[in-house]
Nanobody, 125 residues
């Protein structure tokens, strides 16, 4: 079992930056593939980015490519989502997710087994 807690959300002006942190706890949490997703009001949850369990591979949604970056510190059981050049359309609740199968490298929410409670990111224009 893995518990995930996101932090770092808030209100930021368009063009600004935020860094979200996902703290993972539980058994061998550093061996999980991790992903970030987001859900805006009235919309379905969408993929943002993912990082392999070793941290050597990342993959992003086209909408955030070049602006967002996922990284992890396995020694501290932390995963980060650095968000730069934020836009109003990035406004959403952001969730981190973990996959029990450490070889997962996926944009599909159904491939992830554990989810955090989410953190709100609001980008004003």
């Amino acid at each position: 079992q893995v518990q995930l807690v996101e932090s770092g959300g808030g209100l930021v002006q368009a063009g600004g930056s935020l860094r979200l942190t996902c703290a993972a706890s539980g058994r061998t949490s550093s061996s999980y593939a991790m992903g970030w997703f987001r859900q805006a009001p009235g919309k379905e949850r969408e993929f943002v980015g993912t990082i392999s369990w070793r941290g050597n591979r990342t993959y992003y949604a086209d909408s955030v490519k070049g602006r967002f970056a996922v990284s992890r510190d396995n020694a501290k059981n932390l995963v980060y989502l650095q968000m730069n050049t934020l836009k109003p359309e990035d406004t959403a609740v952001y969730y981190c997710a973990a996959a029990k199968d450490k070889w997962v490298f996926s944009s599909r929410a159904s491939d992830y087994d554990y989810w955090g409670q989410g953190t709100q990111v609001t980008v004003s224009s």
